[in-house]
C-alpha cells in the first residue's frame, strides 16, 4: 500500500469547529513557513466559514489571507471547501458567479477544491466541478455521509459511480456528525475501491468519540488520506490529532512521514493562542465534550448545542429530549436529508416549532418550504406525500437543477456594488454576503473600533 497522507485542518475547520472561525491573518502567517516544512498532503485553509467570519467578525479581506497563506506556502497544497453551487454562502447563486468564484479561488492560490451538496444531488455541483478543472484546480468531490434506511452502503457506492463520472480527481466521504461506525468503513471504502480508483480521503469529528477508531479501521481498508488537526485545535467538534496519527503510524508500511519535530513546534506555537481564546470565552467549553448521543440521533455535536441554547432561549429546555426525537421524525418525512449546512439548521428548526407548537407543521419557515418545492435539490428518498400537502398544498415541486432557474447575474451584481469594488474578487465578497460586505467595503483602510460587546453577542459556530 501507499504512504498514508495526511491533510491537516487546523487553519479552516479546527478553528471553524473549536472557536467559531476567529483565528486571525496575523495569528496565521507567522507559523506557514514550519507547517510548510511538515510534510502534509495539503492545509485546509479556506472555505466553509472563514469567509464569513473574516468580513463580519475580523474586518480582513479573506482573498488578501489566502494570498498572503499562498506566498509563504511554498510546497504544499491548499485546500478550500465549497457548497457547490451555494460556494460559501447559503443560497443557489448564477452559474457564472459559480464559475467566476472558482476560477478567483485557484487565482489566488487554492490547489485542491473540496466540493459538496448537501443533498448529493450532483447537479448542483457540476458546475463547479467544471470549473475548476477548467482552471487547474483539483475537484475532489464528496458524499455526505449520514445514515437512514436508504443511506445504505449500496447507494454510496452508486454516488460514487456518478461522482467519477463528473470528471473528479478524488473522492472524500464527509461524515460531519463523526457518526461513520468504523465496521461500515471498512466495508465502504473496499466497496469504493473496487468501483473506482479515485483517491480516497475521510473527513470526520470527534464529538461522538469514535473518530480515531474510524480512521485506525479506514486506514486498514485503504484510504488514501484522512483529515487531522495539530492537537491544540483537535478532538471535541474539531478532528483527531495529527501528532497522534504521525507517532502512531511511525515505522509502518503506511507511515505519511511527517516531521514529528515540526509537529511538536508548531503545536507550541498554537497552545497559546488556544489558550487566549479560552480566556476570552470563545472556546465554549461544550465543543470539548464528548457526545455519545450523536450517535443515537445522528446530529452534528454543534446542532445539538445550538437547539440547547435556543430553546433556553425560549424557556423550554426540558423539551430537549422531545426535540431530539423528533427530529429523526422530521428527517422521515422530509426524505431523509443529511444534517450538515444548510439542511441541518433548516431540520432542527422545524423541530423546535413540531414540538413548541405542540403541531406538526403547524409553522413552517421558508426554507422548509423550498426545499419541498424542490429549490435546494432532489431529496434522498420522496417526501411523505402528506406532510408535503400539509407544506405546500397543491403546488408541483419542481424536478430539474435548481439554478436552471437562476439568469446569468455577475454583471448586474457588479453593476450594483459600483466603485465600492476594486475588483472582480471584491464584486464576489458582495454577491454572496451584501450586508457584510458592503459594510466592510465602505471602512475599508479606516481605523477599526473593535465593537467588544456585539463581538461576543454574535458568535456562530
Not at 469567509?51 to 509563504?72: G, T, V
Not at 473522492?171 to 475501491?193: Q, W
Not at 417526501?383 to 447575474?409: L, N, Y
Request: contains cysteine; charged residues 30%.
Amino acid at each position: 500500500m501507499s504512504k498514508l497522507k495526511i491533510m491537516e485542518t487546523a487553519l479552516r475547520d479546527g478553528h471553524q469547529s473549536l472557536i467559531a472561525t476567529r483565528l486571525k491573518t496575523e495569528e496565521i502567517l507567522p507559523i506557514l513557513e514550519k507547517m510548510d516544512q511538515a510534510g502534509y498532503h495539503a492545509m485546509e485553509v479556506w472555505g466553509g466559514a472563514t469567509f464569513d467570519a473574516c468580513i463580519r467578525f475580523l474586518n480582513e479581506d479573506p482573498w488578501e489571507r489566502l494570498r498572503e497563506i499562498r506566498k509563504r506556502v511554498k510546497n504544499t497544497k491548499l485546500q478550500m471547501l465549497l457548497r457547490g453551487q451555494n460556494l460559501l454562502g447559503y443560497r443557489h447563486y448564477g452559474d457564472d458567479v459559480v464559475e467566476k468564484f472558482v476560477q478567483k479561488s485557484i487565482e489566488n492560490g487554492i490547489d485542491i477544491i473540496r466540493i459538496f451538496d448537501a443533498l448529493n444531488d450532483y447537479r448542483n455541483v457540476r458546475t463547479s466541478v467544471e470549473a475548476t478543472k477548467k482552471y487547474g484546480g483539483h475537484a475532489q468531490v464528496c458524499i455526505a455521509y449520514t445514515t437512514s434506511e436508504v443511506h445504505t452502503v449500496d447507494y454510496y457506492v452508486e454516488k460514487v459511480k456518478e461522482i467519477g463520472a463528473m470528471g473528479a480527481d478524488s473522492i472524500c466521504i464527509k461524515d460531519m456528525a463523526g457518526i461513520l461506525l468504523p465496521s461500515v468503513a471498512y466495508e465502504l471504502i473496499r466497496r469504493i475501491k473496487e468501483v473506482s480508483d479515485l483517491p480516497v480521503q475521510l473527513h470526520t469529528h470527534c464529538t461522538s468519540g469514535i473518530a480515531s477508531m474510524l480512521y485506525m479501521k479506514a486506514v486498514e481498508a485503504g484510504v488514501d488520506i484522512i483529515d487531522t488537526g495539530i492537537s491544540p485545535f483537535s478532538g471535541g467538534t474539531a478532528q483527531p490529532s495529527t501528532e497522534v496519527f504521525a507517532q502512531v503510524f511511525k515505522g509502518h508500511e503506511r507511515d505519511p512521514q511527517l516531521n514529528l519535530d515540526i509537529l511538536a513546534e508548531i503545536a507550541d506555537y498554537f497552545k497559546p493562542i488556544k489558550e487566549k481564546y479560552r480566556a476570552e470565552g470563545i472556546l465554549n467549553p461544550k465543543v470539548m465534550d464528548t457526545e455519545p448521543k450523536t450517535l443515537k440521533y445522528q446530529v452534528p455535536g454543534g446542532m445539538l448545542s445550538n437547539l440547547l441554547s435556543q430553546l433556553e432561549g425560549q424557556g423550554a429546555a426540558d423539551k430537549y429530549e422531545d426535540v431530539l426525537n423528533e427530529i429523526p421524525r422530521v428527517r422521515r418525512d422530509l426524505g431523509y436529508p443529511p444534517l450538515v449546512t444548510p439542511l441541518s439548521q433548516m431540520v432542527g428548526t422545524q423541530s423546535v416549532f413540531n414540538v413548541l407548537t405542540g403541531a406538526r407543521y403547524k409553522v413552517v419557515p421558508k426554507e422548509i418550504r423550498d426545499y419541498v418545492m424542490g429549490m435546494y435539490g432532489q431529496s434522498p428518498a420522496p417526501v411523505d406525500e402528506e406532510i408535503k400537502k400539509v407544506i405546500i398544498g397543491d403546488e408541483t415541486p419542481i424536478d430539474h437543477r435548481p439554478a436552471d432557474d437562476i439568469e446569468p447575474e455577475f454583471e448586474k451584481i457588479t453593476a450594483e456594488i459600483g466603485e465600492l469594488a476594486k475588483s472582480e474578487e471584491d464584486v464576489l465578497m458582495y454577491a454572496l454576503f451584501p450586508e457584510n460586505a458592503k459594510k466592510f467595503l465602505e471602512n475599508r483602510g479606516k481605523p477599526q473600533v473593535e465593537e467588544v460587546e456585539e463581538y461576543h453577542i454574535n458568535l456562530v459556530i
